[in-house]
């Protein structure tokens, strides 16, 4: 493409006649298309400055341009040279902080140029009411794009010039449209050839797509602002906000999603939207073909559940002693199960010891000639057996035991973990939220109107680890 922010420079630079002669490495470095070539090599000369390139001589007879076959290219040179034109005009335009193009957006009128003026945007007063209202519906009344456009249709604003009808396309982009700030923006996308493209090959204009372009190209141009620039700021969270919460957005909506329980019959719940609320609900309960439900508790507000597990979760964050008290609990537990495990460990090697005295005593018999040969042979493969299986029980609870005791939890992890939670969960987004829940909790569980949050805390080797996610990555990801 033209469009390249160097080559502009270059050109620029060749107008003001910086130095006398360019060196190019060879034609394609300059542009792939040979049209693009022509244009700024015959630029470039019209500067009277001379091209060099490095790997061949430029053509420069009529002969040479016809082996090279730019007659067959030169309706297509045409073209390309007028709308380069014109790109490059309103380019130079809108870094001069002047307004580009006659198509003003709704609430506003485009001024031509006259020789006392550059041309401009004026507000249209009766259209800047309506913009102000838009956004109004959206921050105070908290309305989606498509319910602002119904609010509209309802009460009979009129629809902007060359529409017919409010629709959310239309309020989706005045709410998104930082023009009404005062700042408008030249040079934010650009045009690619889409996939679409190919399959219509006899359209005119093959580059239907729109790319955007990085910020830093943008080009602002000042405006007179519609809406305050707070205003603006507050638009765009909501604008945000709104994205979360839309239906097409369904899989983001529940922030609990798959991870809270039914006590009364242990299904996992699910979501469900109800009119215009989002609920939780047993999923036992949702299930009624071909046989009736068989869990009858009711379900519960998404927004209630899900304060309430997020507001636990960050009190215990932020109080660090809370989870402390429960690691210590399960300390004694697993105390109190060390010891039963140490019991049994005692049991099992008294009685491997009693089965050795039997294979002793079996031995004595037959040296003593009380037992033949072949008695001896059943009673001891009998033994043998036995003393196996003790011997493998044995091992089994030893390992369980060891299990137990590498798992033991230092209170400082604890806490380090808390602290760099803390200091993000205030500004945590819903997503974060959800991340952030995901790799704690394990279960949370509906028990009437209590909610019993069961987690893990992922501070080190040692510990549990909930799922694939639950490890230190997990936690400095965050
Ligand atoms: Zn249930």
Redesign the pocket.
Known sequence: MLARPALDQLRDDCAKKEFEAVLISCPDRLARKYVYQEIVIEEIQKSEIEIIFLNRPIADTPEDRMLLGIQGLVAEYEKEKIRERSRRGKLHKAKKGLVVGGLAPYGYRYIRKTPERDGYYEIIQKEAKIIKQIFDLLIRDQMSARAIAKYLTVHQFPPPRRGKRWNNSTTRRIVTNETYAGTTYYNKRYSVETENSETSKYRRNKKNGRRMRPKDQWIPITVPAIISRRTWQLAQAQVKRNAELSPRNAKYRYLLQGLVF??????R?MGVPCREALFYR????QRNFPLPPD???GSIKASTLESAVWGGVCEAIKNPELLMTQVEELKRKRATRAGALEGKIRKIELRISKVKYQEDRMLDAYTAGAVTLGQLRGQMDRIKQNKQQLEEEKKRLIEERNQGGSRATKERDIKEFCELAEERLESFEFQEKRKFLRLLVDKVWLEGDCVRIKGVIPVSSGMAKKKSNGNIAGITSL
């Open positions: 039914c006590s009364n019959c242990g299904s719940y047993c999923s036992n309960r869990c009858k508790v």
